[in-house]
């Protein structure tokens, strides 16, 4: 089948919106007709090859739609149905059967290998030239992606499919990161370093928690004022202030738990120093390949603990329904950080997010 998506030829290159062919859905296999994909840096983080991914191939992992065809054996999943494409998971590996599919052992294959897990890939030119797919499980920068059943999310009635996709992954990452992660005890105070899309789902989860005190800290004014908006208690902009002196004094003392989502080494020392005894600093962010990151080893002895997170951690599936029944609620209104492009304008929504003026650019496939 005939369908259009934004194809990445080289490394560096631009996304060039082009008619491309797709696999009729083989077993195991879903068709979704795409509504909307978020951008998210771990695209551009691709496109650069910080993250490996076999070029030409379509990017885009961030998807929502509508089911149009389902291959054989697939049970559970109708066509109709509105849903978001959530993370891959093998189901069989240890971390699967442990409950914990955001560390599946075959991560790698499955975001990058650029194919199915046990074949081939569903893209190619329309001249039947090789194209990369799976990305994410879905390259789903395009008005159609190849899925499986396992990892779809149903969107509920209520919820405008279209702007769902970022639920798979900025959202659930800062989201899950408090809820799964931290898991705030009454009184807990948060310090949520970086309030782009991570961050500020962070501090929606941690206003319905019980944490008490949730600092977020920036160097846009714009988006610390949406922090507040959206449940900070306080906010540091750390353009001339000593963020972790502002934390301790908000805090009186360092703070319970600290979210680095910037990915920005002496930012993640911020983080880390935040804390205290018995605190936990939760690196989110993504810095660049190879890159290391100190800590002191005196306070770090008193029962801290530094941890990664991928993905929110934990099942994706019931963190995403979980988020979307808030949303539906009024209490997690992701919403209010997205602006919506057509395909045609994908660059420019690439853009608008490298330049913070966009926090969470939807591409749109409907036009
Ligand atoms: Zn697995
Ligand atoms: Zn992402």
Known sequence: MRITAAVVEELHGPFVVREVEIDEPGPGDVLVEVAGTGFCHTDGIARDGDLPFPLPGVLGHEGAGTVVAVGEGVTGVREGQAVV???PSCGACRNCQAGQP????????????GHRLDGASALRTTDGAPLSSHFFGQSSFATHAMTT?????PVPEGLPVEIAGPLTCGLATG???VLNTVRPEPGTSIVVYGVGTVGLAAVMAARNSA??????VDRHASRLRLASELGATHTVDATDT???QAVTDICGGPADAALECTGVLPVIRQAIDSVGMLGTAVLIGGAPAGA?????????????????????????????????????QGRFPFDRLVESFPLERIEDAVEASYSGEVVKPVIRMGG
């Open 102 to 113: 955001r560390y599946c052992l075959r991560m790698g294959e499955l975001v990058g290998g």
């Open 149 to 153: 059943a396992s990892s779809l999310v």
């Open 211 to 216: 944490a008490t005190t949730i600092i977020a």
């Open 85 to 87: 494409l959530g993370w």
């Open 175 to 177: 989201a899950g990161a």
């Open 292 to 328: 290391e990151f100190t800590a002191d080893h005196l306070t770090t002895l008193w029962g801290k603990t530094i941890r990664g997170t991928l993905g929110g951690s934990g099942h994706g599936q019931a963190l995403i329904a979980a988020l979307m029944d808030l949303h539906l």
């Open 242 to 244: 000593d963020a972790v």
